[in-house]
């Protein structure tokens, strides 16, 4: 399937097979394709924690308003940013890494390192959230394609509690909850949508 096609084809679907088990190395795999997505300097500050425990799941269920995919669907990935990814050290670990790949020079690592380092420095906590949720948000899009061409459905949501969330999954202020993805075999087709005709949300030169 072209990306193309997917995007006419995908929907969410809300509901899932609960018997549906879905293999470690298929969400890896899914999980790994994803972080080739774009991000901002490189700093690779998506992680995914993946919930297939049912204990767990039903413990969300309440705190993502008893929207049933949370149970039912093989997994629940919650999509963060970390804190941590803005740190000096990380920034220069990775481009000393493209470095030893042979992936630049290393006048170019310096340069880049210490373009995000600047990057960064005097962002606020609001700015650096924004920059977390741009880049999750891109890797969970990749994250929804590669699922359905693999045949799997998807579903993107915000509506759970985030405090709640945070504190029974004991995820520290260190991370930003961007969104969950619910994930697995549907049992029914999502409902179809509609969106604007292009000439309603494409401008050009002037908004
Ligand atoms: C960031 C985000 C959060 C969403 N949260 C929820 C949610 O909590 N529950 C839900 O049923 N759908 C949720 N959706 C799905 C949207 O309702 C859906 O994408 C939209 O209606 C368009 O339908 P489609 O995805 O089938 O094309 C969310 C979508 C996005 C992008």
Known sequence: M????????????RHYDPHYKMESETLAALIEGASKSPNGNNIQATRYLVIDEPNLKNVLLPIAFHQQQ???ASALIVVLGDYQAFEKEN????????????????SLRDYLASAAIQYYLNKSKEDLKLELV????????SLVLLANEAGLHTITMSGYDSEQLKSALQISDRYEDVMLIAIGKG?????K?????????????KI
Do not use: C
Request: hydrophobic letters at 35%; zero cysteines; a neutral charge.
């Open 2 to 13: 072209s990306v193309r096609e997917i995007l006419e084809q995908r929907r969410s679907v």
């Open 70 to 72: 949370v149970i039912e």
């Open 91 to 106: 920034i220069i670990h990775i481009h000393e890494e493209g470095f030893q790949k042979g992936y630049f020079d290393a």
């Open 134 to 141: 741009r880049d999750a948000s891109l890797a969970s899009m």
């Open 187 to 191: 049992i029914k087709q999502g409902h």
């Open 193 to 205: 949508t509609v969106r604007h005709d292009v000439g309603k949300i494409m401008y050009t030169n």
